[in-house]
């Protein structure tokens, strides 16, 4: 017999996935995990036996629970669950699947809907993030129909605010992990940046690059990927991770001049693969980025520092991404006051996930 698990599948922004109420879970964090992977279906290249899809971006999972935490209404455990290795990393966060938490926990009965529009505080369990979601529930009930449109996600939303209230020093707990604007490794300049995603900033002209490649030129170039990932692992010891061999963080932005009016562009690692889009938490990090005096971002971008710093729009390979910020990195305590954007969400399916009685 196996063992049947309550689950919804949601779409959040350009990320897809089963979204559980943790307390449907294992509280063991090892036979948690043993059933995450056997939900997507990892390790296999195609996760034919899970619900997976078989790319980074449709291999993620969201556990929420109502919380306890004051002020704070549900808290939000992300896990990336990689497709071709048995590890379930819940080091980072995930912006585009916490665009349908707020759906979920008042889908759920976590959030009491309100006629017009529901704000559903979010802690991040992963980060200790927290971030507002508005969501639109005309009558009380949660609609995913709209005109808001997201690059990298077809046809039209109901669009859903997310702002970021505290994301500095999201996994090291540095805005500058290393203690540097800049480090050298292997002779490459790269800014080492924590802000909702510890990543490495990489001017794409040191690597050879234009960084207007499409992911598929970037990921089919091995010796550029092979080095890449050699820089990656010396930053993760600067930053103060470990070994990060076996973690999808910190993530990699090669970073360029935009070339479509806007205000930098970036190719997203996440991190053995170019995000054909692009992360909301890693957009969170390079928008912060460009008002970091000396940063590689603010080298590229001409931001200004002391904000606040408006609209900074990110292109990327599927378009735009567009953060409202509004942050002061000049001063010893750094100052975040806004880091917003717009998502969207739908509920793909609801139902039951079956797990096999060797696991669970």
């Known amino acids: 017999m196996q063992t049947k698990i309550p689950c919804i599948i949601m779409r959040g922004g350009t990320s897809r996935g089963p979204f559980f109420n943790t307390k449907d879970l294992p509280a063991d964090t090892a036979k948690r995990d043993a059933v995450l992977l056997a939900v997507m279906g990892s390790p296999h290249e195609y996760q034919v036996d899970g619900i997976g899809g078989a790319t980074p971006f449709t291999s993620k999972v969201a556990m929420i629970s109502k919380s306890e935490r004051p002020g704070i209404d549900v808290d939000y455990l992300f896990a990336q669950v990689i497709v071709n290795e048995k590890i379930v990393d819940t080091k980072p966060n995930c912006g585009n699947m ?6 979920f926990a008042i889908e759920q009965g976590m959030i009491p809907a309100q006629d017009g529009t529901t704000s559903v505080t ?18 009380g009930v949660v ?7 997201i690059d990298g996600v077809p046809g039209t939303a109901a669009p859903i605010l997310l702002n970021f209230r505290s994301a500095v020093g999201s996994v090291t707990g540095k805005l500058l992990p ?7 490794i292997d002779g490459v300049a790269v800014s080492c940046i924590d802000v909702a995603m510890p990543m490495i900033h990489i001017h794409a002209k040191d690597l050879g690059k234009t960084g207007h490649e499409t992911p598929a030129e970037l990921d089919g170039d091995k010796a550029f990927m092979a080095r890449m990932e050699e820089i990656r692992l010396k930053a ?3 930053m103060g991770l470990g070994d990060v061999s076996k973690m999808v963080v910190p993530k990699v932005g090669l970073l360029s001049s935009p070339v479509h009016g806007g205000t930098i562009t970036s190719r ?13 938490t890693g957009a969170v ?22 904000g606040p710093q408006g609209m900074i729009d990110i292109e990327h390979p599927s378009g735009k991404i567009t953060i409202d910020l509004d942050a002061d990195f000049t001063v010893p305590e750094p100052i975040m006051r806004r880091a917003a954007l717009v ?12 797990i096999p009685s060797g696991i669970l």
Do not use: W
């Not at 609609?143 to 449109?149: F, I, K, L, Q, R």
């Not at 990090?285 to 002391?306: D, E, N, R």
């Open 178 to 184: 290393t203690g540097n604007v800049v480090d050298m």
């Open 268 to 280: 997203y690692f996440v991190p053995y693969s170019c995000h054909k889009a692009h992360a909301v």
């Open 236 to 238: 993760g010891l600067l």
């Open 122 to 139: 979010i802690y991040n369990v992963n980060t200790g993030a927290v971030v507002d979601a508005i969501v639109q529930t005309p009558g």
């Open 98 to 103: 916490l665009g349908a938490v707020g759906p």
């Open 343 to 354: 998502r969207t969400a739908r509920l793909v399916m609801e139902g039951k996930v079956c």
């Open 285 to 306: 990090c390079v928008a912060s980025a460009c008002a970091i005096p000396g940063s590689v971002a603010s080298q590229l971008s001409g931001v200004s520092h002391q």
């Open 143 to 149: 609609n995913y129909e709209g005109d808001a449109t």
